[in-house]
Structure formats: C-alpha cells, structure tokens
C-alpha cells in the first residue's frame, strides 16, 4: 500500500485517479492550480447569457467503457441521457436534406443494407473500405488508406471522425482512428448509443467525483499551483508550490495529470505533442421546439453537432483553428443563421457567446501521436495522466478517464 498519492491536476484524469485510489483506501491530496475541477470539461456561470452552460459540448457513447465504470462508481449514471438505440439525426445545411442513422444493436452491420437506416444514395458496398482503417498502422494517415470523398465520407466518416480526433481526417492518424471505430461501430449500436450530460458536465462528472473524494478521507486544495518538482536519483522527493512546499515520504507517489506544455516545463527531457487543435462552440439562449432530437449532426456548414438543451442551444466546431481569428458577433451571426436552417426557425439572433479552445487537444496526427509519453516516468514514484498521454486513443473522455485508471493501478503497484 502507498503512502500519501499526491495528484497534480483535477481534470477528468486527476479526478478518475482519485476516485479509485480512494475507493481502494489509499490516502489522497489532489492540487489543482485553478479554483475549479473539471478541466475542459465542467460547467460554470455565463454572466452574458445570465445561465449556466458547459465549457464546451462532450458527447460519450455507451461503448465508452471506462466513462460508464467511472460515472456508475460516483452515482451519476443517471445523469446521462440518451435515446434508446443508436440514433444519429443529420442535416445537409447546404440543401436542407435530412436522414438519420440507425446502427442497430447486433455485431453484423445489417443497418448498412437498410437504406433507411444509412446515408442517403448509398450502397452497402461503399461502406466496405473502411474496414481499411481497422488495421492501419501507426505511422499511416487516414487520407493515406480512403479516398476522403463520397456520400459515405463526407455524411458519415467525416463527421464522426473529426469530432473525435479535433482534426482534419484525412492527415489524421488511422491508428487513432481504428481505435475509435473498433470501440463503436465495429462492435454494433450497443455500443454506440449517445449519451449527453444534460444537466451539465459537472453534474455529470466533476461535482460527485469531488464528492466521493472527499467522503472518502481526500484532500482537494484548489489555487495550488505545482511550481516545480525535485528529484533524488530515481525518486521525487518535493512538491515546491511557491508559497509552500511538499516534502514526499519514502512511500509517497506523485500522479502527474497536467497539460502536455505544464508536464514538459515539469520534467527534464519528457517528450510530448508540440502541435494542438482548437475547438469552437457557440452558445445560444433559446427555448427550441421540444419535438427536436437532443443532438444533430450537420454537414456542409459551419455548425457539426447541434446540443439542444431546455434553454439554450450549443454547438460544437471541431478541428477549428480556421475559426479562431474570425470576429465573434461576426461568427456568432454565421452560426446562427445555419443553426436556424437546422430547427426550421425563422427567429432573430438570441443572446450568444463564442467559447474558443485554442489547444483544445493535440493534433491526432501519426507524428504528433507518437510523441505521446507512457504513464510510467524516469522516476519509479512518479507517474503521468491526462488524454495527451500514450492512451491508445484520442483526445477523449474515455481516454482521460483510463489514463488516470492506468495512473492509479501503476502507483498501487509500487514497491
């Protein structure tokens, strides 16, 4: 059993390090520098809207297995919701056509020979070359295994794809992207089901987590901001936080679930992703008509996935550096008008507020992949956390979350 497990950093890494160290007795301080937990993902106080409203928009499929384990361990499954089966609502913004898919629940895709079920003229042979992908080696680009165009790409890869990778397609990496898919499509609609926090991120991941920390004995010290690390041969051995510092007993293990530029200024010589990508998500205060779906994809347009909660209305820009330096009413208005394509709505422009990731996430591209660190450091009482590192997926949810699973396991296993 560990000493004291000193966690730096309560974003979904830090905070899935947490909790199951704590669920295993192990004694915890988790120090994050900000006066919040959550990281990207949280909820908070928008003073132009007067609402409350996330960050930024996470959707997790039910085949998300470390998210399903780690909201069911903090008694907050109930706070996800979703349709009852694998459904996707799209609209082309161009010409305002409208299909949904339906993958339905079985390994065998019998929703691809249903033209009901899959993209408008299609066939189902179309859909054969993304088996490509399933195998792809690391160092391969998806644009380097498909041709990224048709009906099937455009309606269906590219949008699931760019969502989850925050990256252009076709430079990004296959490998990530196998992972992606063999985790969901491949595995039928059971595994793909949508589920979308719709009470708020925080309701749904970050407020009970701190929650059972804290029930469990863990200390939380917010505005405690690690300055730098020291080091005895193969050990840390303090925690220097400016106005104070940490001194690690000889049992004491320090998970580090920072920022890849935070973890490199940290520790000498780690290697991490130098290249990142923004995500853009425009805020809405409006009341839409209760018969629209709870999450829209879009094609051709500006907006790629709509949220439609009681009283605003969200979208979510994936790979959107494009989009960073364009003026934010301007930006707003041109949402706006396609979102209103999208609800078959003919109202003025609402209240509004652009929320801009700069470096949302590292680049999912093959060469900026493989500068992802392992969790296991140069120091045996030192491990790492968060969605940048050697995950095996991309950017994710679920990847914080097994990072920090993998984080906790490594520091139990310490002699």
Known sequence: MP???????AGLAGLAAAVRLTGRGVPVTLHEAANHAGGRCRTY????LGMTIDNGNHLVLSGNRATMDFVAAIGASGRLHGPPCASFPMVDIATNERWTIRINEGRFPR????RTARVPATTAMQYFPLARVLWAKPDRAIGELLACEGPVYERLLDPLLRAALNTEPREASAALAAAVLRETIAIGGSACHP??????LSSAFVDPALEVIQKRGGTIRFGHRLRA???NGSRTTALDFGEDTVKLAPKDAVIAAVPPPVAAD???DLTVPTEFCAIVNAHYR???????PPMMGAVNGTPEWLFVFPDRLSVTISSANHLLDIDREILARKIWQEVARMIESSAPLPPWQIVRERRA???ALPAQNAMRPAATTAWRNLVLAGDWTATQLPATIEGAIRSGNRAAELVEAMP
């Open 266 to 268: 940290l520790l000498p």
């Open 361 to 363: 996430t590292f680049a």
């Open 286 to 292: 409006f009341v839409a008509d209760k018969s629209l």
């Open 45 to 48: 106080h928008d003073p132009a």
């Open 229 to 231: 690390l020291a080091f």
């Open 111 to 114: 929703w691809i020979f249903d």
């Open 3 to 9: 000493g004291t497990v000193h966690i730096i950093g």
């Open 195 to 200: 589920l979308i926090a719709t009470e708020g």
